[in-house]
């Protein structure tokens, strides 16, 4: 098993570019997340799903959008990068909203 | 507010000895408490999660504690390795609202030879 695996690994922005950042986890869970890490900060949860074709807003959902298209697939879109989303993003998944969350190794994003 | 306040925020110390790092919370309701492990340019690993009627759980050399009347929860770390430098997190599950989970800002845990 792969477990949580992220696409791509880095990646460089101009401000105003778009991308598509991939979570793929092939443990057959329910719930996926997508969090943000920044110097000094804890992890802050972006957008989370409870289950295909669903989608939600965590607590910092703005200047991003999401989609499960698929059980296996979290997709995280940037519509216009800014350079406030300089960050690593992680994405994790889990059975349930409380059993253990299992994360990708992370993207880091640098906007320019 | 929900917050997850942890202590110290690093840490540095000699192999083989041992150390405890402190969590404390306010979120509300309570579903259960989680400790990470995350090696820098890494994700997170979980290391215990115990809900409110568990005192402690062990994972190896690592040891949680929760007192959920005081909302304070350790991690103690026995005979330490330089492999555990990393960042601890701990983490409180509200399983409710759109923050199911808050994270602490981590202790940095330095072991030097």
């Known amino acids: 098993n792969a477990g949580v695996t992220q696409t791509p690994k880095f990646r460089v922005l101009k401000t105003g570019q778009s991308m598509t950042l991939l979570c793929a986890q092939d443990?057959?869970?329910?719930?996926m997340y997508w969090y943000r890490q920044d110097p000094g900060m804890g992890l802050r949860l972006i957008h989370y799903s409870v289950g295909e074709g669903t989608t939600a807003k965590g607590e910092v959902p703005d200047g991003y959008n999401v989609s499960r298209l698929k059980k296996q697939n979290f997709l995280l879109g940037l519509e216009s990068a800014a350079p406030s989303q300089t960050s690593v993003y992680f994405c994790a998944s889990s059975w349930t909203g409380d059993h253990e969350q299992y994360f990708g190794p992370g993207t880091r994003l640098t906007v320019t | 507010k929900n917050q997850v306040e942890q202590s110290p925020q690093s840490l540095i110390i000699l192999e083989g000895k041992n150390c405890t790092l402190q969590?404390?919370?306010?979120?509300?309701?309570?579903?259960?408490l989680r400790w990470y492990k995350q090696d820098t340019g890494r994700g997170p690993v979980s290391l215990t999660i115990?809900?409110?009627?568990?005192n402690t759980k062990s994972n190896g050399r690592y040891t949680a504690t929760l007192d959920a009347d005081t909302k304070q929860s350790s991690l103690h770390i026995t005979a330490s390795q330089l492999s555990d430098s990393a960042s601890y997190i701990c983490v409180v599950s509200r399983n409710s609202g759109n923050t199911p989970l808050v994270f602490g800002k981590g202790t940095r845990l330095s072991v030097i030879a």
């Open positions: 969590c404390n919370y306010t979120v509300s309701p309570f579903s259960n």
């Open positions: 443990m057959n869970h329910e719930y």
């Open positions: 115990m809900t409110f009627s568990e």
